[in-house]
């Protein structure tokens, strides 16, 4: 539920935000960043509520009584492990995003979309438990 609360309230701000610049400037090349800004910032909260969701389940498994801040500290140790994560998830979902855009490669992006949405089954509990993808592990 905070997860989900999160999300609606950064997605609320970037909607505003692409709101006021468009009735600044109109069309711009500066909705680009803005929307690459917004995707990253969406997808960093979300790995970051699913590493604390995965750090709560491993103390859990360890025999544990685990609550909400017992994961966000785990998400919390984690966090340069997540934000590698979250730029690289928004970079990949950009080009599939783009590959989707031609016309004759439409099926070739949907299958590789499909493929990708399984990643983070397997990343973000290595993220969680092992501290993968930062610079330090």
């Known amino acids: 539920m905070i997860s989900a609360g999160c999300l609606a309230v950064i997605s609320g701000f970037w909607i505003v935000e692409g709101a006021w610049l468009y009735a600044v400037r109109g069309r711009s090349l500066l909705f680009v960043p803005l929307v690459v800004a917004g995707l990253y910032s969406l997808a960093f909260v979300g790995v970051f509520f699913s590493v604390a969701l995965a750090g709560a389940a491993a103390e859990v498994i360890a025999g544990g ?7 966000v500290d785990v998400a919390w140790t984690r966090l340069g492990g997540i934000a590698g994560w979250a730029r690289y998830s928004t970079f990949v979902a950009l080009v599939l995003g783009f590959v989707k855009s031609i016309k004759g490669l439409r099926w070739l992006g949907t ?5 990708w949405s399984f990643a983070p089954i397997f990343v973000v509990p290595l993220i969680a438990l092992e501290g993968r993808f930062s610079k330090r592990a």
């Open 65 to 71: 009584e685990p609550s909400f801040s017992d994961g």
């Open 111 to 115: 299958a590789a979309e499909v493929a």
